[in-house]
């Protein structure tokens, strides 16, 4: 039987990259996406057209609830958990801090902190050793922008990315003797559709001279990471946080 890998927001982007990816390296999917159905059947249908497994599970990790009910239904439909790949994510329209409101910082950092925290929880609950479970392996979405700072355009978002970096390392060592990996990945400028939700939906090529590999990169590179994170090649990484920026 494949092991399970649940991936939040994987409709579109790296997400999705990384669930085709993780399909193809054997693992059965659980295709998380929010809002966008007919996406992430897509991704669902792609997979299984390669011959792998994946099923779509809807839920808004924003809502604890909806946290909570797409795990027990991943545990019902697909079986046993063995990874998750925390990467839903939004940011807003730039802003600089002093033109930012608490709605628009509430929505950030309960989706880009508290959804991970909670997922992460769930998932430890299924996998440590401690709690019963047979071990597994969580990837964390960073960002380049927690380095840099995002000035003038997200520095709410940056700071969102900053926090998901300390609490790859933290909950690496809390978990690291019951079988657990947990590690990160910080994307630097991707061509996705996140850039549209900053308002900038060129924002990739525009800023493509600031990396010095001059160009942007794509989702299945930052999907191969991912992925060599989850797998037993990586079985003695953990509390690792890899830039996929081309040097920037």
């Known amino acids: ?94 802003a600089r801090v002093d033109n930012t409101s608490w709605e628009r910082l509430e929505r950030i950092m309960r989706i880009n902190v508290l959804g991970s925290f909670a997922c992460a929880k769930q998932a430890v609950l299924r996998m440590s050793t401690a709690h019963g479970g047979k071990g597994g392996s969580i990837v964390n979405l960073s960002s380049a922008a927690a380095k840099l700072g995002a000035p003038g355009q997200y520095v709410d978002y940056a700071a969102s990315k900053g926090a998901i970096d300390t609490f790859t390392i933290g909950l690496a060592k809390e978990v690291a003797a019951e079988g657990i990996r947990v590690n990160g990945v910080r994307p630097g400028l991707i061509l996705t559709d996140i850039h549209a939700s900053g308002g900038i939906p060129d924002r990739a090529h525009q800023l493509a001279h600031q990396v010095p590999m001059q160009r942007p990169g794509t989702a299945m590179e930052v999907a191969q990471a991912i992925v060599w994170l989850l797998s037993d090649a990586a079985a003695y990484v953990t509390g690792t946080n890899i830039d996929v920026g081309g040097g920037r």
């Open 1 to 94: 039987m494949s092991r399970v890998l649940l991936i939040t927001g994987a409709s579109r982007g790296i997400g999705a990259a990384t669930a085709v990816l993780a399909a193809q390296q054997g693992w059965a999917v659980a295709v998380n996406y929010t809002r966008d159905a007919q996406a992430a059947d897509h991704v669902v249908q792609e997979i299984r057209a390669q011959g792998g497994q994946a099923q779509a599970f809807q839920a808004d990790v924003g809502i604890e609830a909806d946290i909570d009910r797409l795990f027990k239904s991943v545990d019902k439909e697909m079986g046993l958990l063995g990874g998750l790949v925390n990467n839903a994510g939004v940011l807003d329209v730039t």
